[in-house]
Each structure stands twice: as C-alpha cells, then as structure tokens.
C-alpha cells in the first residue's frame, strides 16, 4: 500500500504540498481592502504576494486641477483615521510654499487638534490589535473616548470623520466654548481610561504570547524598507518629524520619543500606547498656551493671507476688497509661485509627505503624497514569513495600514 | 562636521564634476539633477560617503515641454544621523524612459518604481517585477502623464440626465 496518499491525482500532475489561500480583498482580517495571496504549509506562512490598489481614486491626478483649498478634501481621505493631520499636514505644505507666517496661537490650536487625531488613530490601531488577539472589550471600551475626539472635530469644523478642517493660514472659525470645555472632559477623563486599556493588554500574559516576537524587523532592515513612524520607533530608531523638521512650533513643547527595541508587534503597540501619554501631555501643554493668550491676541485664529483665506461673509457683502478676494479664491483665480517644495509631517503611521511641483499655474503641476503605509507594506511578506498564519494577521493590523492611504 | 549643503555639493562636484549640475537650494532641500546613466552611482556615492540611507520618496514628473527630457525622476533623500535631506532628480526622454533601478540599494524604492512606471511608464532596469501596482494590469497607458487631461468640468455637451444634472 503506497503510503501517505490523499487523492488520486491525475496522470502527469504534480502533487502540490503547500496550499494556496487568497485573503481578501474583502475579508474580516484585513481592515481594509487587501488582498494577501498566501502559500501555506499547514498554518505556517511560505510566501505571500500582495496585490494593492482597489480603492485607488486617482488623487495625484485629480490634485493637478484643483485650486489649493480644493485638495484639502482630497487629503482627508487617505489616512482617514487621522484626517487632521493630513489636513495640516498639507495647509502646512502650502503655507511653507507660499511663506505664510502663521500665528503663535494658531500653531498650538493646530498642535492640539493633530494631537487629538494621534490619539485616535493609535486607539483604532491598538484596539484592532486587541480584537485580532480576542480580546473585544478593549476596542468597545474606548470607542467613546474616539466619539469625544469626534465631538471636538464637530465642534471646530463641523465634521467628524473626513474632516476638512482649517484653511490655508489657519481655522475657519475660532473654537468654540464648548470646544474647550469637551476638550477639557478629554483631558480629565482620558489618562484613566489610557491607564485601564493598558492594563487590560501590557501584562496580559495572552496578549504578550501572541504578539512578542511576531512580525518582527531589525532597525537597519526597517530603514531599507522605508518605515517610519511607530514602526520604526519599535525598530528603535528614534526618528519623529515633529523632532528632525519643526512644524506648527512643535520645537515649543517638551516631550519625548518613545522606542521599542525587537520591531515586533508587541513592541509596536508599547510604542503607541507610549505616544498616546505623550501626546495628550502636549495637549496638556498646548491647552495651557492657548489660555495664556489675552485681549485680542486670544482672538486670533489664522494668520493674513487674503489671496487664500476666505474672508468673512459679512466682509464679502460690505466690502469691496474682501468681495473680490472671495471670488478670486472660489474661482481660483490666484496664482501660485513657481517652484517646488517637499513638506513632511508625522502622521498616524509615519511621515506623511507632500511633494509639490509648481509651474506659476493656478493648480499643482504635479503633487506627490509620501503615504507611508504604502511604502512599509512592502516589507510585510519578510514580516510573516516562516510564522503562523494567524500572527499574520496580528502583524498586518499591527502595522496601522489605511487602505485609503496605501492606494491614494 | 555637520553637514551641510554647501559640503555636500563640494563633494558630489569633486567626485562627479560636470555630471551633477543645477544646484539649488530653493525651500531649503539641496535639489540637484544628474544624468539618467549616472543615478546609482550618484545614490551609491550619497549612501556610502554621505549617510543618505534613508529613501524617502521617490516618484515621476512630467514635463511635456522639455525636448527629450520630459519624464523627470525625482528621488529624496534623508541622511537622519545629521538631519539634513537632498533632492534629486533625472530626466529622460519620454520615447526611452530608461531608469536603472534603485530598489537593490532601498528595497522600499520596489513599490515606489512600481509605481512611477504604472503612472509614467518609466522603465526601471533591473527591477525584480516591474508591473502595475495601482491601475489595473490591462490598462495600456500611463495616466498621470500630462497627455491625458482630465475631463473640462465647464463642458456642456455631456447628457447627464443620469446624473440629476440634466
């Protein structure tokens, strides 16, 4: 009797010892619309070959014929997750661009609302950590503390998820009482819930078998691969823009970078939930210059760029300057310097970047977005490979991939 | 010594002479361009020498008004022991848009030419598995070149009854 047969296979095929699994596109495990093709021996992991792109909607394309404040939007949808500090991240490009000099206070009030999106961001990512380790509570627990952040988002701009929020120059409108008030709440109420959600997973001995020493990625590795962010720090390269290139006057605040050591998924999550401290002490800090502020400096809320900033309706209805600019800038009509810049920010996963071509046109000759997650999603076959099938899908939400990021 | 912008172009102009030219410092990166021949040999020489290990972008521009240089491939590169970051950028002729590819060196510059091939159809020699990464594989053009303008928004000719415009 032959042994170790399964089934009869016909004559002149070869007999195929590993299995093929597709995960995805769409799929309960990937978060997003990915596609992992996966040879697996048993439940180890072979090889993997990713195939990206579904979402993708053209931005760069789209970007080259649209005014400035028209790609605003457009950046709220690809780590939309944090869509904040896309945002800024881009008010921030063209303001550099242009040479706007922005405010004191509008720079912190920027601080706290990219700040506020960090927190969100890494809650999501964290959580979604915990749920594909088993364990739900943690993601339900801290959803409302999301909604807050939400809430305060509603309170600024009027939106929640893509958010659309500022103008080149600054805020549209200043904040609102309330806007301080649930910012406030945040503030007080937050390190408890930080301080439980770490309790329920840091020490959890589960939690620490199914993520230390998975996904793992060596600092020199990490580099080649072109990780940044949280994943890098876990790599233990203490690389952060808002430290190597200032922006928005985050020289002003005290902070530190934390970094982990092995890169793996466990190290990944330490340094989120290391982050999320340290960015609600800036918050904490931001919060307190934006109170020291007084008379009509506490007033201000963007900075003088007529040729950008819409101005008031009331203006625009009684005043004949501040009607042409109205039209000028909704008709886009202003035309931008040439040259081109290159501006990064810290995003929720890493540096976010902005390459922008310009000819003298009234749009971008060509605008490029650094999406970090597209470019360390690269490194995720080396990440899985040889490890079991279900710690790759602990390593892919580990990872803080957006699909709307990765396909633009 | 830290490093600085001046430094560096000493140094590229001493090893590579008139082979590395336009240097500028425009919004504070150093940009400069080389020959298309030349890329890995100036990256390498930037990664070696210099301490630009870190690939941080990397993408295509096009230029249809450049005769014989109108695909332009612009790399970024961050050196993060001095914190100080250099732009640089080659161009080819869109007939031949020849490349040779970094990703030996960067293995995130993989993706990246994938991409600039997939919106340029700029050919990396030597890239493992140069194929489209974001567009469908059956597309036969490369869209973000400028020959392809997106639709006039003021057209009028268009029946867009399906689209409760009409």
Known sequence: MEAHKNIDLPQGSIEKRTTTLNIGPTHPATHGVFQNIMEIDGERVVSSEQTVGFIHRAFEKLAEHRNLYQITPITDRLNYCSSPINNMGWHITCERFLKVEIPKRVDYLRVIIMELARISDHLICNSIVGVDTGAYTGFLYVMQYRELIYEIYEEVCGSRLTTNIGRIGGFERNFTNTAFTKLEKFLNEYPKVLKEFESLFTRNRIFMERTQGTGGITAARAMNYGFTGPNLRAAGVDYDVRVANPYSSYQDFDFTIPVGTTGDNYDRFLVRNAEMWQSLSIIKQAYEKVQSFKGAEAEIFHADVPEYYLPKKEDVYNNMEALIWHFKIIMGEVHLPKGQIYSAVEGGNGELGFYLVSDGGRTPFRLHFRRPCFIYYQAYPELITGGMLSDAVVTMSSLNLIAGELDA | ?166
């Not at chain 2, 030349?38 to 870190?54: A, H, M, P, R, S």
């Not at chain 2, 700029?122 to 990464?133: A, D, P, Q, T, Y």
């Not at chain 2, 869209?143 to 415009?165: A, S, W, Y």
């Open chain 2, 1 to 166: 010594m830290a490093l600085t912008n001046i430094f560096i172009q000493e140094k590229l102009v001493e090893k590579f002479g008139d082979q590395v030219s336009t240097f500028a410092t425009d919004t504070d990166i150093l940009s400069f361009e080389t020959l298309a021949a030349n890329n890995l040999k100036v990256i390498q020489f930037l990664y070696d020498e210099l301490g630009f290990t870190f690939l941080t972008d990397l993408c295509g521009v096009n230029y249809p008004d450049q005769k014989d240089a109108e695909i332009v491939v612009v790399y970024h590169l961050h050196n993060f022991i001095e914190n100080i970051r250099v732009r640089l950028s080659i161009a080819v002729p869109v007939e031949k848009p020849d490349v040779f590819t970094a990703s030996k060196l960067f293995e995130s510059a993989n993706w990246m030419e994938r991409e600039t091939y997939d919106f340029f159809g700029v050919n990396f020699i030597g890239h493992s598995n140069l194929k489209r990464i974001l567009n469908v594989d059956e597309m036969d053009y490369f869209p973000l070149r400028k020959e392809f303008p997106l639709e006039d928004q003021t057209r009028i000719d268009k029946d867009d009854e399906m689209f409760g415009r009409g």
